[in-house]
């Protein structure tokens, strides 16, 4: 019995959970009381700290399962000439253009508390936070497509 591709679709499936999850709360839940000036900057920067850690463990895991997937089901001609292929395309896109939403908005917010500043980065990273959160929706929304066995 194989093991791997199990683990290698846990380990995705978990790391994505965690990533998109992260990027809906600091979004949602995190940023307007930071606009509002309602949180801390120590604990703001630690939350942000954390999403952007999460993002580049994230990477490294998905590049390492994700690679693994797409290498053992499919091949560059099925990539790019299948629906199911455009799905995986469509998520890898989604998922580089995610990570540097993340990473600037980090960034802009970090910059800011570095300074002990807290509403005008807040407001700076608003775009690409809301940006990374509609991207993460879109991610999910593709991968539930990918995982429809009705739809293709």
């Known amino acids: 019995m194989d093991v791997l591709n199990p683990v290698m679709w846990s380990v995705h499936v978990g790391f994505a959970v965690l990533w998109v999850g992260s990027v ?8 307007p ?13 630690s939350l942000v700290g954390r999403l ?9 895991a998905f590049v390492v399962t994700g690679g693994h997937m797409a290498g053992t089901l499919y091949t560059f001609e099925a ?17 580089f253009v995610g ?3 993340v990473e600037v908005g980090g960034s802009k917010l970090a910059e800011g508390l570095d300074a ?3 509403r005008e980065p807040a407001r700076d990273a608003k ?13 999910i929304v593709t991968a539930g497509l990918l995982a429809s066995p009705t739809l293709f």
């Open 24 to 31: 809906l709360f600091v979004t949602l839940a995190v940023l």
């Open 52 to 60: 952007r850690w999460i993002t580049r463990i994230g990477a490294v």
């Open 99 to 101: 990570t540097g939403l």
């Open 127 to 139: 775009p690409f936070l809301y940006g990374a959160s509609a991207v993460s929706v879109g991610l």
């Open 116 to 118: 002990d500043k807290l």
């Open 79 to 95: 990539l790019t000439s299948t629906p199911r292929g455009h799905l995986v395309v469509t998520m890898l896109a989604l998922w």
């Open 33 to 45: 009381p930071a606009l509002r000036g309602d949180i801390g900057t120590t604990a703001l920067g």
